[in-house]
């Protein structure tokens, strides 16, 4: 499957849907334990959780383009791996602008989340829906 450029948008946005939330209401909540306050962690996790999507949206276009230079107009998954590092630098930097710097526990939501769902799309999704693959990522 190569999945098109809507279809891999429609999927990073379920996947940070069902995946990327109750991740992080589960890790909030368990962060909470150690005397922060659950309401604003949560709210926090959530405000990264959004700017992901929308970064990740634009960065979709990119990808995109850059897949049009080769031969099968795809690339392997290790570099869809590695997109973790710039999406975080750029992630990182928006948040600083945003007078919300990322701390460590911010680093480690968006690691977790992003490698949750990374090894979801991967694995798992290919066999819960069957013909997102055959749709060009599209479930819709």
């Known amino acids: ?8 948008i429609q999927t990073r946005w379920f996947v940070l849907l069902v995946i990327g939330i109750p991740w992080t209401v589960f890790l ?3 962060a909470a334990l150690a005397g922060s306050s659950y309401g604003s962690l ?3 996790g ?3 959780l959004g700017v992901v999507g929308l970064l990740g949206t634009v960065w979709e276009f990119a990808y995109h383009g850059l ?7 795809d690339w392997p998954a290790l570099f869809g ?5 710039n999406e975080g630098l750029v992630l990182a930097l928006v948040m600083v602008l945003l007078d919300r ?7 480690f939501h968006f690691v977790t989340t992003w490698l949750w769902m ?4 991967n694995g798992p999704m290919r066999v819960v829906a069957p013909r997102w693959r055959y749709r060009g990522g599209r479930l819709f």
Do not use: A
């Open 42 to 44: 949560l709210l926090g």
């Open 1 to 8: 499957m190569t999945p098109t450029l809507f279809g891999r």
């Open 81 to 85: 791996f590695l997109t973790i590092i």
């Open 101 to 107: 710097p990322l701390g460590p526990l911010g680093w």
């Open 67 to 73: 897949q049009q230079l080769r031969w099968e107009k």
């Open 46 to 48: 959530l405000m990264v």
């Open 28 to 30: 909030m909540g368990f």
């Open 118 to 121: 990374w090894v979801w799309v």
